[in-house]
């Protein structure tokens, strides 16, 4: 079955269609639009889609548009709802709710956007939303409207831990929920503060809060809420907001699902788009410190503002547990090298790759190790129970230590 659709994104504003994609079996082409192509404040929907001429674009799979379909989270949502195991890439680019897609592209057919709605759920319907994540992930039933809307809830959001978007205060927010089993520490609550830590340390971080949920079984949960920085507010309504274009470091560096990545490669891309290299070397600073060793190339991205790409809001900051017996192994290596430590990233090499000098690397060290030593009472105050600061404060620790001995 071969299908045609057309794709949109936002050009100064406004919702114009950029090219079209003929789809068919596993694989597609992209051809832009004469009139994209012809703009004078069009840009390249990817680094993969440069505007050179009208020539068309083949893929294998999803290619370049791989960052607006869903990732395992919501492929099991959308697998579920559908009732079935085998589920397309076409079916999974087009299932993703409009509203809540990440990024600018939009997909529609003969004129009409796929998947459309406005009805984006509300503060006030999180605890449902839970209930309902809760139950898919312990593989229990879940009535048909609720499965679909927690779905449409998702969109194409990254990872495989339960999430939803909801509309509040004018602005898209995400929403990160605990597992109803499972989970060792408590890691919605760590992902708080450690975004507070980033903040901190001068890393550019979403607005972010954390809300307890009672769920139906009277438990106390918390939620960590992030804003969407992939759309203008606006208090209007949802259909109101302007989306900002976006791509994840996977895109950019034209990778794969699944492939680890490498420092040397993102900084070389982020330099050849002009973004901040000093800040990007700031967050592989911060990860080392920190232990988060979830750092692939989707937890890294570029979004366009005014007519130059830069590098989004940092996410997905996750501290793991410190243990002496083990090295941490990161998926964003460095010089091929996995086990990414502040030391490392303090050589001479590694300094010269992202243009810092030596002088600045010791004083954001210093301002990092500032920054770390108030994690444990910024874990008290946003009450993370004593299991799971026993269980981190350990990390912390050695990343104290292990500054200290830099500066």
Known sequence: MSQTIQVHTTLQGQDVQA???FAQNNRITFRYTPEFLAS?????LTP????????????EGLGPFSDSAPDRWGRKLLNRALKRKRVSEIEYLLGVDDATRQGALRYYIDGT????????PKLTDLPK???????VGEDREVADIDLRRLYRATGSLGGARPKACIYDKGMLWLAKFPKPSGDEWDITGWEAVTLQLADMAGIRVPNHRTISITDSQDRHRSVLLTSRFDRQPSKEGPSFMTRIPYYSAMTALDAHDGEGGDWLDLAEFARSMGCDLHELWRRAMFGAAIGNCDDHLRNHGFIRKDSTWELSPAFDLNPEP???NLSDEH?????????VTPELLMRKDALALFDIPTSAAISYTEKLRSALSQALSLARKTR???????IMSGRFQHGLETLGCLV
Do not use: C, K, M
């Open 331 to 339: 998926q964003l290596t460095l010089f091929g090298d996995g086990q």
């Open 129 to 135: 939303l839970l209930d309902t994540a809760d139950a």
């Open 113 to 120: 956007p796929q998947a459309s709605g406005n009805d984006i």
């Open 40 to 44: 004078d404040n069009a840009y390249d």
């Open 48 to 59: 993969a889609l440069p505007r050179v001429s009208d020539a068309p674009f083949f893929f």
């Open 322 to 324: 410190y243990d002496e």
């Open 384 to 390: 993370i129970d004593s299991h799971s600061l026993a």
């Open 19 to 21: 090219g079209t994609i």
